[in-house]
Nanobody
């Protein structure tokens, strides 16, 4: 069974930091791009960051400079380090996998999401 399991969400004050984790299983992890999306309450899903199977990384302009995506291939886990959080970062964060590239148009696998709430 293919699984992507997010963890690390919670409530943090503005200006604080969180590290989200995405643990993958059931597919060849190092052949896939792993990315993070988010969806605010009532909002549309948007891409946050992605790391391709080649190690190339991409970031949304809204988080660039505050967010770092990284991975531990030995643990089949991808992390999203988020710093200087603002209330606009409040959303459910989803990890996703797509074969080789950070295309974003067709996603092969989705996690169930983890909620991040940034308070004032």
């Amino acid at each position: 069974e293919v699984q992507l399991v997010e963890s690390g969400g919670g409530t943090v004050q503005a200006g604080g930091s969180l590290r989200l984790s995405c643990a993958a299983s059931g597919f060849t992890f190092d052949d896939y791009a792993i990315g993070w999306f988010r969806q605010a309450p009532g909002g549309e899903r948007e891409g946050v960051a992605c790391s391709s199977s080649y190690g190339t990384t991409y970031y949304a302009d809204s988080v660039k400079g505050r967010v770092t995506i990284s991975g531990d291939n030995a643990k089949n886990t991808v992390y999203l380090q988020m710093n200087s959080l603002t209330p606009e970062d409040t959303a459910v964060y989803y990890c996703a996998a797509d074969y080789l590239y950070c295309r974003g148009d067709v996603i092969d696998y989705w996690g169930q999401g983890t909620l991040v709430t940034v308070s004032t």
